[in-house]
């Protein structure tokens, strides 16, 4: 009975105990609550999220330009050929759990918008449509692409099936950091403005590109460029596509690649892959290589006048009303080798500098020059044992311009030559290696180590040396006029900018450097018209329009009737034959297989010796050991435009030569070497006897080449006016110029030429806008 009434208190108690409030116990009963709620609640919502997870749930709300379903249907991720087709959340909705939650709730905060009526109207979700884009692209991006491998795994694509282009483009962006929507953002739906593009059946890169995106595929925004080098468009190019170097060594090896070239500077990828219109291989201006460019056109260039009449003089005139766009100290117009001289040494004079370019690339024609820079009494020489002296220079030059030249312009040339080489060797050139040129009386040509082309090498470190000194470089820029004030004195130029019109540059100072006219046939045959549907040498922009911009400002003119044909020009290659070969040992040979000529004669009588045989085109003939003398016959043999022959009969099979006879001129002229004296021809300087196989031979016809006259200048490289006085704050230098070269310009004289003027014109121009 105590043993029951014991039990009975401890029920009560315990009861009592249970049943009054204790704090564990109620928080306890509300996390287990909530936990079975929050559970049932996730449950629910994962439910309805699923439920609601279907195609047309997505695009009741989601519509662009149309119903993004719609859009969806046109593209290959819908209607692809493996019968598969990707819906909405195949691409928006991340496989694994966490991610999977988060963009869940993200879809839920859309769809409460929607209800709450935050974005309830079409015009609403336009606007915010970019933005949800953007995140979107990003989600996608920081994933790795998870979305689209899920499908498009690297490991189980068949990049076979691929054309080669895409395989190995599709293979380096694979192997590298990139991720699929880096290229292909928007590739699920036509995008809103340029609708049914598709890379298959893309007329152009502005098709195929519109594809992965909008207009900010490539451009800043949907206004296009910002500025006329196209600086967004190109690092976006490289950002996927990668630089030059790496695009050149995914190309098949062991033949001429166009992404390897002798430009310098970073070659924007917009010279040639134009957006709006056909791409183009910029060196098909000068080669023919006929590359098969995806979206390519073929190579053409109208010379658009440069004043035009109507709409573009009003253009102009309206730009010229306006204020300033930009606003510095010297402007140089031209980036060859005396522009880029020029704006070397006006920075390092302290001036402010904006230079100019017409082209898509820098260099003008220096870039191609081959054979060497003349220079007297220089260190080089003197390593070298070559006894030379300036004022033989000036003499040399004299004669080879049969004494049109203004002397004073050739002491300048000439007395500032050796300076001029140690200028550009402080600047990081190598000019050690040194050769003949015809009309010279000592070898004073120098070029790098080896033979290698000066121009390329000089145009190269004078464009570092201008990008180091931050000088403000602006392509597809076309100075059309000087302007100036009514006291005659320049206050700047008017450039048209190919992407972004017409503007004015205000500037103290102008440098003109805009090089010759050798590629406009229509005014080379207005000065001397039994040049009239001559092949030229010359790069693109060598049009002459500086020269009538500078007419149109004032500028008095001389010697324009004097134009070189350069007497080796290859009508197989489209290209300039250096005249280096022949000063290291090469002879010229007729199709009877018999020399004509002393083969470093002056250009004009050697050109007009050529014109003289048979076919209007001879054989320039050598053999290894002038091969092995000049490292720059090696681009000539890389451009397939060399004709080889294990022996001489071999060589004259190859070209069609009479075997005897060719044979037989060779040893003629070996004796001659041995002998040290050329009783046919009179050639001064023979260097070495051609006996070394293989033999090589080079068909070669005259060429127009340069342009001997130009801008009147006096020895501070001032312009002169009409009447005589020098134009205040107009300045030349180079090809521009007459006067240096008189009727014939001696080979190796240009180069020496761009360097000592453009040097002076930058350093007058700096000195003139101090004291101004
Ligand atoms: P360029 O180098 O031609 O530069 C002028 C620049 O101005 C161009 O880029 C042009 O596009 C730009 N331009 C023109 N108009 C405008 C405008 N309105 N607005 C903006 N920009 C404009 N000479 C030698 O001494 N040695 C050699 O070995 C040698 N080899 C040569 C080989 C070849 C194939 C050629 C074509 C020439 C060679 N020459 C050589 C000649 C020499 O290269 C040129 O005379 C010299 O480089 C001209 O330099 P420049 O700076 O005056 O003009
Ligand atoms: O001065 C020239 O134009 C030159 C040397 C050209 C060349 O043959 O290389």
């Not at 050639?683 to 340069?706: G, S």
Request: glycine share 10%; aromatic share 6%.
């Amino acid at each position: 009975m105590k043993q029951f009434r014991i039990f009975v208190s401890w029920l009560l108690a315990s009861t009592r105990s249970w049943l009054r409030p204790s704090k564990t116990r109620s928080v306890l009963a509300l996390v287990i609550t909530g936990l079975v709620i929050g559970v049932a609640g996730m449950v629910a919502f994962n439910a309805t999220m699923h439920a609601t997870n279907t195609d047309e749930f997505c695009v009741s709300c989601h519509e662009q330009q149309d119903n993004s379903l719609v859009m969806l249907e046109k593209t290959r991720h819908y209607s692809n050929a493996s019968g598969n087709s990707a819906g909405c959340s195949d691409c928006h909705v991340p496989h694994e759990f966490v991610p999977k939650m988060i963009r869940k709730v993200q879809a839920s905060r859309e769809v409460w918008g929607h209800i709450t009526g935050i974005i309830d109207t079409p015009e609403k979700y336009a606007a915010h449509a970019p933005h949800m884009k953007k995140k979107e692209i990003a989600r996608i991006r920081a994933n790795d692409s998870q979305e689209c491998r899920n499908c498009h795994e690297v490991g189980r694509m068949n990049l076979s099936l691929q054309s080669t282009e895409a395989r190995q483009f599709h293979r380096a962006m694979l192997d590298n950091d990139k991720t699929c929507i880096d290229c292909h953002a928007g590739l699920a739906h036509n995008p809103a403005d340029m609708p049914g593009a598709t890379v298959a059946h893309a007329e152009v890169l502005a098709d195929s590109h519109g594809e992965r995106g909008q207009c900010y595929t490539c451009h800043v925004s949907d206004e296009g460029p910002e500025d006329d080098n196209l600086s967004h468009e190109n690092a976006g190019c490289v950002s996927c596509h990668g630089d030059l170097q790496a695009v050149a060594s995914r190309e098949l090896q062991g033949d001429v690649s166009p992404h390897q070239s002798h430009f310098i500077g970073d070659v924007a990828c917009t010279t040639c892959h134009n957006g709006h219109t056909k791409s183009v291989t910029y060196c098909d201006a000068c080669h023919s290589f006929d590359f098969n460019m995806p979206f390519g056109g073929s190579w053409t260039r109208g010379a658009a006048p440069l004043i035009t009449d109507g709409e573009d003089r009003a253009a102009q005139e309206k730009a010229i009303s306006q204020a300033p766009r930009l606003e510095t100290d010297i402007v140089v117009v031209g980036s060859g080798g005396a522009g880029l001289a020029a704006a070397v040494s006006a920075r390092d004079a302290g001036a402010r500098v904006i230079l100019l370019e017409k082209e898509p690339v820098p260099g003008g024609n220096t870039k191609l020059a081959a054979g060497g820079m003349n220079a007297a009494e220089t260190r080089s020489q003197e390593k070298l044992g070559i006894t030379d002296d300036k004022q033989a220079m000036v003499d040399d030059t004299m004669k080879g311009g049969q004494d049109v030249n203004d002397l004073e312009l050739v002491k300048v040339l000439a007395n500032n030559s050796s300076d001029s080489i140690d200028w550009l060797i402080s600047l990081g050139a190598d000019m050690s290696d040194v050769g003949r040129m015809g009309g010279a009386s000592v070898k004073r040509s120098h070029r790098p180590t080896g033979g290698a082309g000066v121009g390329a090498h000089v145009a190269q470190v004078l464009w570092d040396n201008a990008v180091r000194r931050d000088t403000d470089i602006r392509f597809n820029s076309r100075m059309v006029r000087i302007l100036k004030d009514p006291s005659n004195a320049v206050t700047g130029v008017l450039v048209h900018g190919e992407f972004t019109g017409y503007y004015v540059i205000k500037a103290e100072a102008v440098i003109l450097a805009t090089g010759g006219f050798s590629r406009n046939n229509k005014l080379v045959a207005g000065y001397d018209p039994k040049l009239a549907g001559f092949k030229n040498t010359n790069q693109p922009g060598a049009t002459g329009d500086g020269l009538e911009v500078a007419q149109l400002a004032g500028a008095a003119t001389r010697d324009l009737e004097y134009i070189q044909a350069h007497p080796t020009y290859s009508p197989v290659g489209g290209v300039l034959v250096t005249e280096a070969i022949r000063g290291n040992g090469a002879i010229l040979v007729n199709r009877d297989g018999e020399r004509f000529v002393n083969e470093i004669t002056t250009r004009d009588k050697a050109a007009a010796a050529i014109l003289a045989q048979e076919g209007g085109s001879v054989y320039l003939v050598f053999d290894d050991a002038v091969r092995q003398s000049l490292s720059k016959i090696e681009s000539f043999i890389h451009l397939h435009i060399v004709n080889e022959g294990g022996g001489i009969e071999l060589l004259a099979n190859e070209i069609a030569l009479p075997a005897a006879n060719l044979a037989s001129t060779i040893a003629t002229y070996n004796g001659f070497v041995a002998a040290g004296q050329d009783t046919q021809f009179e050639r001064p300087d023979l260097p070495r006897e051609l006996t070394t196989a293989p033999y090589y031979a080079i068909e070669v016809t005259p060429a127009v080449h340069h342009t001997m006259g130009g801008v009147m200048i006096d020895t501070g490289a001032r312009v002169k006016g009409v009447d005589g006085h020098a134009i205040r704050g107009l300045y030349a230098a180079g090809e521009a110029t007459g006067g240096v070269h008189g009727a014939n310009r001696l080979g190796g004289n240009a180069i020496s030429d761009i360097i000592t003027f453009g040097r002076l014109a930058g350093a007058e121009a700096a000195m003139y806008v101090k004291d101004n």
